[in-house]
């Protein structure tokens, strides 16, 4: 049974940094590519990154991705947040909505002063 759950979400100021962790368990991640994903309040589900592509452009320069096969965890590195970063993230065994067929519960990260 795959199971993906995310961690490291929480209230940040503006300019501020998170790191989100997505760990899985009955699926060993270097065989699949995890992705992140966001809602915002009253926005539809978007994608953000998966290794090597963004599909958030607005993310570009601030948000990376990284693994760490040993304990397999995916992070998202967010740096520089903003307000309009505020939505709940989560990561999805998939790069795209459309590929995406193992979720994680969701965690809010809120950019606020």
């Known amino acids: 049974q795959v199971q993906l759950v995310e961690s490291g979400g929480g209230l940040v100021q503006p300019g501020g940094s998170l790191r989100l962790s997505c760990a899985a368990s009955?699926?060993?991640?270097?065989?699949?590519?995890i992705g992140w994903f966001r809602q915002a309040p009253g926005k539809a589900r978007e994608g953000v990154l998966c290794?090597?592509?963004y599909y958030a452009t607005s993310v570009k320069g601030r948000f990376t991705i990284s693994r760490d096969d040993a304990k397999n965890t995916v992070y998202l590195h967010m740096n520089n947040l903003k307000p309009e970063d505020t939505a709940v993230y989560y990561c999805?065994?998939?790069?795209?909505?459309?590929?995406?067929?193992?979720w994680g519960q969701g965690i809010q990260v809120t950019v606020s002063s």
């Open positions: 999805a065994t998939g790069c795209t909505l459309v590929e995406a067929d193992h």
């Open positions: 009955g699926v060993t991640l270097d065989n699949y590519r």
């Open positions: 290794i090597g592509t």
